[in-house]
T-cell receptor, first 112, second 110 residues
């Protein structure tokens, strides 16, 4: 039982490049989330998916797109990376509204 | 969604109880209070949550005031491994969002 798995763990992009961050959970959870965390800051919600086939914007969605491919997988895409998107990205999943969320170990992204 | 206010930092002596406060004065009746912590740059870890009553588990206790406008997380015997950033979160009622604030950086001192 791996929990929440994020790939890659580290990535360096050039400005303007695109990439997709992958997240998968094996706990049969309904809801999944993408957060970003800048140095010294708390986590900010980018997008979330309450169930398979649905996605909604969070606090900071600009510059990102998401796909809830199936119940297990929730990907985050940067179409044209910018230095302001340098951050640590965390994926999380939760089964129901009043239960705990499980987080992945993060993807450390640097855009140069 | 209800916002939370936490002190930016706190110290606690090893072996003593750590009491971390959180204000959530705009909380609505069916919103839960959650606590998570983040050690170094790892993914946040769930600690405890509650609605109205005080809660206790193997990690911590959660004390929620009667008016639910504030709460306190208690780590009964803090160890060096409890040094982390602690986040108090109020879970919104609509949809499934939950938002982190800036948290409290707890340092446990030997």
């Amino acid at each position: 039982n791996a929990g929440v798995t994020q790939t890659p763990k580290f990535q360096v992009l050039k400005t303007g490049q695109s990439m997709t961050l992958q997240c998968a959970q094996d706990m049969n959870h309904n809801s999944m989330y993408w957060y970003r965390q800048d140095p010294g800051m708390g986590l900010r919600l980018i997008y979330y998916s309450a169930s398979e086939g649905t996605t909604d914007k969070g606090e900071v969605p600009n510059g990102y797109n998401v796909s809830r491919l199936n119940k297990r997988e929730f990907s985050l895409r940067l179409e044209s990376a910018a230095p302001s998107q340098t951050s640590v990205y965390f994926c999380a999943s939760i089964k129901e509204r009043d239960t705990e969320a499980f987080f992945g170990q993060g993807t450390r992204l640097t855009v140069v | 969604d209800a916002k939370t206010t936490q002190p930016p930092s706190m110290d606690c002596a090893e072996g003593r109880a750590a009491n971390l406060p959180c204000n959530h004065s705009t909380i609505s009746g069916n919103e839960y209070v959650y606590w998570y912590r983040q050690i170094h740059s790892q993914g946040p870890q769930y600690i405890i949550h509650g609605l109205k009553n005080n809660e206790t588990n193997e990690m911590a206790s959660l004390i929620i005031t009667e008016d639910r406008k504030s709460s306190t997380l208690i780590l009964p015997h803090a160890t060096l491994r409890d040094t982390a950033v602690y986040y108090c979160i109020v879970r919104v009622n609509t949809g499934n969002q939950f938002y982190f604030g800036t948290g409290t950086s707890l340092t446990v001192i030997p």
